[in-house]
């Protein structure tokens, strides 16, 4: 099972709103509506953000949203914060391992 | 409040065996699985396996089964991870994490640094 595919980093303006994407197969992102997003800080453990697509943990800033298009899903963080300044995986339910991680993001606020 | 908390740093010698422990609180330890996450240095993270703590049924990632032995003792809500043979490339940092059938991961131990070096 290889990683899902991420884009190495991202960057925007306190304010703006960013979008990472998430690229798997049929097999994992595009077979079922199980995708989660992890967010860590360095030196800190991953903490989930988003789970089963779209749906928020309680706590989660609603500034945090996630969607998905056929094998690709998608975190967009709106009205970028300092704080948000971190790496952030997805990850998926597969018919196999059964979970597979992405590459990672990392976030940088210009 | 839930909780997972791991064991501490480790340095060992390539060659040598290690087990590593993490104990959940605050919620039914048998009715959720623990996965095992590996985080070499600067890169990202590896689902290693799983245990399910109420009948200790493992699953293992291709990449790392026959490597590592998951295991787990419900009567004191502990789960481990193990190695008989610890090499270099096993150095790493590795989180415990607490999850359901269709999610890795909900909460996350505070990790354990693993050191392998001669």
């Known amino acids: 099972q290889s990683a899902l595919t991420q884009p190495a980093s991202v960057s925007g303006s306190p304010g703006q709103s960013i979008t990472i994407s998430c690229t798997g197969t049929?097999?994992?992102?595009?077979?079922?509506?199980?995708v989660s997003w992890y967010q860590q800080h360095p030196g800190k453990a991953p903490k989930l953000m988003i789970y089963?697509?779209?749906n928020r943990p309680s706590g989660v800033s609603n500034r945090f949203s996630g969607s998905k298009s056929g094998n690709t899903a998608s975190l967009t963080i709106s009205g970028l914060q300092a704080e948000d300044e971190a790496d952030y995986y997805c990850?998926?339910?597969?018919?196999?391992?059964?979970?597979?991680f992405g590459t990672g993001t990392k976030v940088t606020v210009l | 409040e839930v909780q997972l908390v791991q064991s501490g740093a480790e340095v060992k010698k390539p060659g040598e065996s290690l087990r590593i422990s993490c104990k959940g609180s605050?919620?039914?330890?048998?009715?959720?699985?623990i996965s095992w996450v590996r985080q070499m240095p600067g890169k990202g993270l590896e689902w290693m396996g799983r245990?399910?703590?109420?009948?200790?049924?493992?699953n293992y990632s291709p990449s790392f089964q026959g490597h590592v032995t998951i295991s787990a003792d419900k009567s004191i809500s502990t789960a481990y991870l193990q190695w008989s043979s610890l090499k270099a490339s096993d150095t790493a940092m590795y989180y415990c994490?607490?999850?359901?059938?269709?999610?890795?991961?909900?909460?996350w131990g505070q990790g354990t640094l693993v050191t392998v070096s001669s």
């Open positions: 994490a607490r999850g359901v059938v269709t999610l890795a991961a909900d909460y």
């Open positions: 605050g919620y039914s330890f048998t009715s959720y699985w």
């Open positions: 245990i399910d703590p109420s009948d200790s049924y493992t």
């Open positions: 049929s097999s994992d992102v595009g077979g079922y509506n199980y």
């Open positions: 089963e697509v779209s």
């Open positions: 990850s998926s339910y597969t018919s196999s391992t059964p979970y597979v």
